[in-house]
């Protein structure tokens, strides 16, 4: 089964050459040092449509639209595959139809759009879209799944053909796990050509689905759950992918939204790499210790897409921050008299803290009339430096009477005496 399909990954390689990048895979010294690893990102975020998606799609449509009279195709999707079918449609010069469900990114549906497709919602999960799709198919518009069919696996495992042509002896490829057409594809062409080479599939942890699959006996289903990685918000495995990731996948892991949005934090800093939620999770997955790897081993990720709403980005952004003590709000309580906001902001200053935002309130019942309460959102080095500003105020006698260092559920809290 493996060596036909790795046959059809070859042919799929040129089939597909002339219509989708040959993504760079660079070595990142960060990741490295931090990792005691040699640390590489197979870029998919640089390729078009912005995922690794357009790759299975282009196969299977220059596969079907030769010589058949085919004049569009549908399918379902969340939105990179939307994006890499309406793409691969564009160029084979026939149209797309897509069925998004009802939660997806505003910037997906209008990306989708813009490569010209014909978007319609509809559906709670992915599964309803797909039902849906798979309901208005007929001869003329065949359905193009997202991940369950072979020409598109084969498509997908161009990826682990260019891995090994870059960088011939990988010791550990880390991959997304979806619907399992991506990490198919990849261990099939890999483990080919480097038998030694582990493959590390990464999921979310409010989608199991194939982590539970690969280690029962049965295809697990689940509850479709929110997830920051809504590119592998899948609720089951494929029946063509499961046996792929039982025989060739070496280990699954999870990893939880806040490791997620750690990981896009640390490759929109350090690297300049803006990353969906799924593209972060092999990075993700590495930073936090999910999988073990011998010191010095050359780890590749696969970073498969970078189709991240920028409203989502800049919230995500803002909670990792905060989650590293880079970002704090503070609430003080302070006299209403001329100077007693200016003695505040003083301290802050002297510490070496850049206030971004102050807010105040003069109607809280719970204080006396001559007092009110403050906000400053401050950016910060770090906790340390956190504490540093708290003690500072403290000494002061001013009254801090809150330190919220994520945006939620976590609030420390301490008084100062007076």
């Known amino acids: 089964m493996a060596d036909n399909l790795f046959q059809e990954i070859r042919s799929a390689g040129v089939a597909i050459a002339p219509y989708v990048i040959k993504t760079p895979l660079i070595y990142s010294s960060t990741f490295s040092r931090i990792t005691d690893a040699h640390?590489?990102?197979?870029?998919?975020?640089?390729?078009?449509?912005?995922?690794?998606?357009?790759?299975?799609?282009?196969?299977?449509?220059?596969?079907?639209?030769?010589?058949?009279?085919?004049?569009?195709?549908?399918?379902?999707?969340?939105?990179?595959?939307?994006?890499?079918?309406?793409?691969?449609?564009?160029?084979?010069?026939?149209?797309?139809?897509?069925?998004?469900?009802?939660?997806?990114?505003?910037?997906?549906?209008?990306?989708?759009?813009?490569?010209?497709?014909?978007?319609?919602?509809?559906?709670?999960?992915?599964?309803?879209?797909?039902?849906?799709a798979m309901e208005?198919?007929?001869?003329?518009?065949?359905?193009?799944?997202?991940?369950?069919?072979?020409?598109?696996?084969?498509?997908q495992g161009t990826i682990g053909l260019e891995i090994c042509d870059d960088l011939p002896s990988p010791d550990i490829i880390v991959v997304p796990v979806g619907g399992g057409g991506l990490v198919s594809g990849i261990s099939v062409a890999v483990k080919n050509q480097v038998p030694s080479c582990k493959i590390i599939g990464v999921q979310a942890e409010a989608c199991p689905f194939a982590y539970l699959s690969k280690y029962g006996n049965d295809r697990v289903s689940i509850k479709n759950e929110w997830t920051l990685?809504?590119?592998?918000?899948?609720?089951?495995?494929?029946?063509?992918?499961?046996?792929?990731?039982?025989?060739?996948?070496?280990?699954?892991?999870l990893v939880d939204d806040g490791e997620i949005s750690d990981a896009m934090l640390w490759l929109l800093e350090r690297k300049k790499i803006v990353a969906e939620g799924a593209g972060a999770t092999p990075l993700a997955a590495l930073l936090s210790g999910k999988f073990y790897y011998p010191k010095g081993s050359r780890i590749v990720l696969v970073i498969s897409g970078g189709n991240v709403d920028s409203h989502?980005?800049?919230?995500?952004?803002?909670?990792?921050?905060?989650?590293?003590?880079?970002?704090?709000?503070?609430?003080?309580?302070?006299?209403?008299?001329?100077?007693?906001?200016?003695?505040?902001?003083?301290?802050?200053?002297?510490?070496?803290?850049?206030?971004?935002?102050?807010?105040?309130?003069?109607?809280?019942?719970?204080?006396?009339?001559?007092?009110?309460?403050?906000?400053?959102?401050?950016?910060?080095r770090g906790h340390s430096h956190i504490t540093a500003i708290k003690k500072a105020t403290e000494r002061t006698g001013i009254q801090l009477s809150e330190i919220s260092r994520e945006t939620g559920d976590r609030a420390h809290s301490w008084k100062s005496s007076r």
């Not at 208005?136 to 498509?155: C, K, W």
């Not at 309580?333 to 803290?353: K, T, W």
Request: aromatic fraction near 6%; charged fraction near 20%.
């Open 39 to 132: 640390v590489y990102l197979k870029l998919e975020t640089l390729q078009k449509a912005g995922s690794f998606k357009i790759r299975g799609a282009m196969n299977k449509i220059l596969i079907h639209s030769k010589g058949t009279g085919l004049t569009g195709v549908i399918t379902a999707s969340a939105g990179n595959h939307a994006q890499g079918v309406s793409v691969a449609a564009q160029a084979a010069g026939i149209s797309a139809t897509v069925i998004m469900p009802l939660w997806s990114s505003l910037s997906k549906q209008e990306a989708s759009r813009g490569y010209g497709a014909d978007v319609h919602l509809y559906g709670q999960t992915l599964e309803e879209s797909m039902n849906r």
């Open 136 to 155: 208005l198919a007929n001869e003329e518009m065949p359905y193009v799944h997202p991940f369950d069919d072979p020409e598109i696996i084969a498509g």
């Open 229 to 253: 990685a809504d590119g592998i918000r899948v609720t089951r495995p494929g029946t063509c992918t499961l046996p792929y990731i039982r025989e060739m996948v070496d280990k699954i892991v």
């Open 312 to 380: 989502q980005l800049s919230r995500v952004m803002r909670q990792a921050l905060a989650r590293e003590g880079r970002l704090v709000r503070l609430s003080f309580v302070i006299e209403d008299q001329p100077g007693s906001l200016a003695e505040v902001l003083a301290i802050i200053a002297r510490e070496g803290g850049n206030i971004l935002k102050i807010s105040h309130s003069e109607w809280d019942t719970d204080l006396p009339v001559q007092e009110k309460r403050i906000w400053i959102e401050i950016e910060t």
